[in-house]
């Protein structure tokens, strides 16, 4: 069964980094583009970034780009997210997400998500 | 604030039909982006429970249906039982802004 197990998970003060990890399994992880969406305390749903199953495109929100670097190393079934430049409102439980890449749909769901894991970003 | 609009809260007795709505805008559902439904329950990750508008997933109940029309999304839950009680979030793409967008959430009660 379609396992994501994230990691990486902290206490950080602001301005520092951190790096969260995400470990895939059970399906063929090389062939699906993977999300990283986070959720504040509280609050609801927010989508963070994307890679494409190759690596070769990635796209982020206003709100992290030029902070955060989403990668893969599908030799590792891993998906990856550099967290740079970390701030008080970064503060959340970020999701590793499989998105369906059925290519029916003009936009694919996320199918699978991983059991989050928490970021605090606090002096 | 969200892309996409959603009511804060819905409620309904044991037995009820509920619906949520999720408005968006011409860059989004109205473009003709597909929308997405999840339910989260409590301390647990986002489950897809309709896909594409009106999909339900292997193993979702026939209880949970979806539409859209225009600029708008709807999920309708019948026969609502406790089990349902969740937080509710529509999903879909805003080619305006180049990214995924969800809405604010919608958490359902069952009196």
């Known amino acids: 069964q379609v396992q994501l197990v994230e990691s990486g998970r902290g206490v950080v003060q602001p301005g520092r980094s951190l790096r969260l990890s995400c470990a895939a399994s059970g399906f063929t992880f090389s062939s699906y583009d993977m999300h990283w969406v986070r959720q504040a305390p509280g609050k609801g749903l927010e989508w963070v970034a994307v890679i494409s199953y190759d690596g070769s495109k990635k796209y982020y929100a206003d709100s992290v780009k030029g902070r955060f670097t989403i990668s893969r190393d599908n030799s590792k079934n891993t998906l990856y997210l550099q967290m740079n430049s970390l701030r008080a409102d970064d503060t959340a439980v970020y999701y590793c997400?499989?998105?369906?890449?059925?290519?029916?749909?003009?936009?694919?769901?996320?199918?699978?998500w991983g059991q989050g894991t928490l970021v605090t970003v606090s002096s | 604030q969200s892309v996409l609009t959603q009511p804060p809260s819905v409620s309904g007795a044991p037995g009820q039909r509920v619906t949520i709505s999720c408005t968006g805008s011409s860059s989004d559902i109205g473009a003709g982006y597909d929308v997405h439904w999840y339910q989260q329950l409590p301390r647990t990750a986002p489950k897809l429970v309709i896909y594409?508008?009106?999909n339900r997933p292997s193993g979702v109940p026939d209880r949970f249906s979806g539409s859209q029309s225009g600029t708008s999304a709807s999920l309708a839950i019948t026969g609502l039982q406790a089990e349902d009680e969740a937080d509710y979030y529509c999903q879909s793409y805003d080619s305006s802004l180049s990214a995924w967008v969800f809405g604010g959430g919608t958490k359902l009660t069952v009196l």
């Open positions: 594409a508008n009106n």
């Open positions: 997400v499989k998105e369906e890449n059925s290519g029916y749909y003009s936009v694919d769901p996320f199918d699978y």
